[in-house]
């Protein structure tokens, strides 16, 4: 049974940084590209970040670029998102996801990944 597990979320103040984990119990962990998520209160899931299943190529949404960065060890089978300047408006629940068809094209679709974790809650206070 696949399963994601995030870790690392909490509460911080605005301007702290967070190092979010997701540790998959994939069997190709590196055949599989990984997206980060988030869902805040009253709206929809949306993409912030993804990353090729080599760790090459990365994506952000514009609304968290310059201020995360996603990585991976395909050694430990663990994804990354490390959050830095956080602001209030980035509180939300931080779900990983993991496709093999996510690529530069539609990194960003739900529809894209094959697995997801339960997530993790992120607040942060102004």
């Known amino acids: 049974q696949v399963q994601l597990v995030e870790s690392g979320g909490g509460l911080v103040q605005a301007g702290g940084s967070l190092r979010l984990s997701c540790a998959a119990s994939l069997r190709t962990f590196s055949n599989y590209g990984m997206g980060w998520f988030r869902q805040a209160p009253g709206k929809e899931r949306e993409s912030i970040a993804a990353?090729?299943?080599?760790?090459?190529?990365?994506s952000y949404a514009d609304s968290v670029k310059g201020r995360i960065t996603i990585s991976r060890d395909n050694a430990k089978n663990t994804v990354y998102l490390q959050m830095n300047s956080l602001k209030p408006e980035d509180t939300a629940v931080y779900y990983c996801?993991?496709?093999?068809?996510?690529?530069?094209?539609?990194?960003?679709?739900?529809?894209?990944?094959?697995?997801w974790g339960q997530g993790t809650q992120v607040t942060v206070s102004p």
């Open positions: 990353i090729s299943r080599s760790g090459v190529s990365t």
């Open positions: 996801s993991a496709g093999l068809r996510v690529g530069a094209n539609n990194w960003y679709r739900r529809g894209s990944y094959d697995y």
